[in-house]
């Protein structure tokens, strides 16, 4: 059973009356009142989110029970190991089944964030976290009480150490602007900036920050942002690390797609006929792929100039609801796609056609991102009913569903991360979630 199901099992007991709610404990029927002029009302809504607040409850207590079982039948790591010697397994199969094993014995340990400023950590909600590619450092977006955002970055070096805290450096000139997505720009060095869209008021604003701008030194050392022009409204964005199209990004707006050399001041627009909500560029050719609110997915050669009437979309896919996150495997064959109708697929982009689809994931209208870390043959994403779920990518099954330390709502959807190398090469491995104001570790036993 899923535990974020929210369906009530009244059709199976008893018979559904309109109107009425049937009480399996009870073993009787209440009326569901209005909600609008009754103390505590009785409603559709307050019974699901009760039975979705018990499974959370009871979830989190199987697993401080350590209640753990792994999800294939049969496999445990002495049966593993005692396979791979008789070389029944191969060494990829080994490696990809030693992970599932190691993100079902997963336990949660809440993080102390240390600031140099007192006043910076555990103050604000958590919105958004993004690792760079090294996994040592941390983006992070928060939302603040009188509104807007607050930048910082979290050095996550000191997850090594027994106590298990993470220094984090915020930046309190940028404050003012809503950030819904943000991606590592490599423009002198790798993960040297930060590409941000947000909404200050009307239009909306991309920037790009110079990661220095998070740290401890003089202040008055410290580089000025590097360029911020107006836009419309921003839904996501994307560096190229092709260097065929070098210190490139691109953004994805309302029914547009702005391409943008942030050396030569060049711009590139592309008319679409739905708005953008998720960016990524392919690495060996300078390609853009983009997926829309219609439920398109399409890719722009972005070497081309946009003609009137000139046809320059290339691969087209197609999702019936709308597209919120894109990533591209390593060797660049394949997509995986979410939207928001709860759907996951991998497409096979030679063939042009889905061949796996990851099942359990909830969605109905927020724009959430996927995780996939091919090393481990993992994929992560969080839904809608604030569950973390992962998936093993080669045969799409679900591994493991981890319930949110807090009660669900929509302002507490958590922002995860994972990597084997938290904090660098010799970092520790596990996911990081962010849920408001608390940061987890979930490692590796």
Known sequence: EDPSSSSLTQNSVAPELPGFYYDAEKNRYFRLLPGHNNYNPLTKESIQYKAMECKRLRLLEEEE???????????????????????????????????????????????????????????????????????????????????????????????????????????????????????????????????????????????????????????????????????????????????????????????????????????????????VLAQQFATQTPMLYNGCRSGEIFSIDVRQRNRKGHSWKAIRLFHDSAVTSIRLLEAEHYLMAADMAGKIKLWDLRAAKCVKQYKGHHNEYAVLPLHVNEEEGLLTAVGQDCYTRIWSLQDAHLLRTIPSPHPSSKDAIPSVVFSSRLGGSQGVPGLLMAVRQDLYHFSYN
């Open 65 to 275: 029970k350590q209640k753990k079982k792994t999800t294939r039948p049969g496999l445990n790591s002495s049966m593993l190991l005692q396979k791979r010697q008789l070389g029944l397994v191969s060494s990829t199969s080994y490696c990809r089944l030693v992970h599932e094993l190691k993100v079902n014995c997963m336990q949660r340990r809440k993080i102390e964030i240390h600031s140099p400023d007192s006043s910076v950590a555990g103050t604000n909600n958590f919105k958004i976290i993004v690792a760079d590619v090294a996994c040592e450092r941390i983006f992070t977006v928060n939302d603040v009480e009188h509104g807007g955002c607050k930048y910082g970055i979290i050095n996550l070096r000191g997850l090594g150490k027994e106590s298990l805290t993470v220094e984090m450096y915020d930046n309190l000139y940028f404050t003012n602007r809503k950030v819904n997505s943000v991606c590592w720009a490599s423009l002198t060095h790798q993960d040297s900036h930060l590409c941000l869209m947000g909404i200050a008021e009307t239009p909306g604003c991309a920037s790009l920050l110079p990661a220095s701008l998070f740290s401890s030194g003089n202040p008055g050392d410290r580089p000025g942002m590097l360029c911020s022009f107006k836009i419309s409204t921003a839904w996501s964005c994307a560096w190229c690390l092709n260097p065929q199209a070098d210190n490139c990004f691109s953004t994805g707006l309302t029914r547009r797609v702005l391409v943008t050399n942030i050396v030569t001041g060049h711009r590139q627009i592309f008319g679409t006929s739905s708005d």
